[in-house]
């Protein structure tokens, strides 16, 4: 059965993260180290499951030719890398001379090989039959970077795939694979070490010069994997330098997130002196505890979502909260019966007003990285957060891959009467699910990034607020409202609101001045 929740930026847990990104880089290598074996019973999911292939040719494991022809490659690299390190100690019995020949031989065969996965080019952009250019779009630019072992093939699936999803082009910035298990060192030193590889450079170009491009009043960044350690890296280099107003044109968006750290910070000390205020208690958000028997999967476990309730924390007594609640409601009365608007308010007062993270339970990668920090507790208040919305999903087709397992089972696509590929369908099992967030009581309680004084508030049938339901990110308009007292992540989903073309609607001018003043 398949479950979904919903987080807030790093939510409290048992346990205790007593380190961060900005800690000594052994330190932090020690401790991803120990949480790779921790996690380890979830590696099987980086490729499991292998089927179904809902995505067909955008599939990454589906069986065409140059599919077959990648994983054919990767096989290679995987038993040469392996060959490499096991064999490392040998070189202490061998001449300085001898060593650096084989050495030079090995890692001339390792690019000869890599070079037929990535190719010569490192920015591509989506096929134009999938999303011409339209003048509607013409506004925003969307930009996507993947995570480890995609060449070029995968990457171009992934771009098009995209482009089709939300009938947007799409570029796509090339994080080339070096093999698996190089890909892995290199997340270990990007991650802990900070260090910027050429893809992380041309990224935060091409990020910027959109951003500081007039023509552009919208800057997309998708990131998948590894794309999400050099997304957090390239966000740094943006909230260093660029000016307010450039950087709130900017949305992120990742999936199955690497990084150990996601920034995104206050624009003025007044809310940051009010969250950490309220973060003295000790904030839960609910989830639920969910056992999935995969018979069908090479081992057998269990989803580890834990059984957490809202504790009763301390009231958040800001005007701006009431002011909130009072334009919405007025918002509410006035909405039409005959039409359903969702409003996704922006994080408060934070310097990128939309990021949102989607993951997976049995995601080796997302539990190695983002489950891992936004899911425990902090040491301390003064140590950096994971910032962003999180949407995990306990699913048994919960792998990793992006098109594979990410799109097709959070962004399915829609075929016409010929089996042809025409979009994103309009309805689906994850969007569909019920999310377990505040409910009555908790209204101004436990404010987090991203949910704070944005009040979602699902309509009666005479107009009126539901007392059983404060769903906290979106605001939900609809005069029939959802009967069953349920939210889904259909209304909390900003991404969701792209599909087919299609945009968020823009916050009424009195609940955006007072959300992002």
Known sequence: MDHTEFFGS?????????????DMPWRLVMWDMYTFFTFAWALPWILWPVRPCDGDYFDELSLTWQNIWCMFIHTILIVLQIFFILTLPLALLFPVWM????????????????LGLNGNTITFHSDPKYAPALEEHAHEQWIFLNGVAVGETWLKSNINRLALTFKRPIIGVHNRTTGIIFDVFECLVQRNF??????IRLAYKIVKEKLYNPQYTKVVFILHSQGGIEGGLVLDWLLQELPQDLLSK????????ASNHFNNPHRHVDSQRAERKNLKTNIQIPTS??????????IETQSLASKRLLSKGSRHSLDSNEKMIAALSSLSKESSSS???????????????HVEHYAHTTDFVALWGILHFVTNERASPDMPRYIGRVFNRTSLRGGHQFCQHYLNGMFPLARD?????VGCAESNDFMNSVVEVARKGTEKEGLREGIEVAWSMIGGEDGNFKDEVAVHGSFHEDANGITDGKVRVKDLSRLWQYRNGRSPPDLPREVRRMTLE
């Open 339 to 353: 039409r359903t608007t969702t409003y996704t308010v922006p994080a408060s007062d934070r310097a990128i007003a």
């Open 10 to 22: 790093q939510v409290g847990g048992e346990s205790i993260i007593n380190y961060s990104y900005t």
């Open 250 to 257: 900017l949305e992120v968006y990742t999936f199955g997130n």
């Open 99 to 114: 060593v650096a020949l084989g050495m030079a031989a090995f890692f001339t065969v390792n690019w000869f090989l890599c």
């Open 289 to 298: 505890i969910t056992e999935i028997p995969l018979t069908d999967s090479p």
């Open 417 to 421: 009467t010929s089996g042809e590929f």
């Open 194 to 199: 900070g260090y910027a590889t050429s893809d």
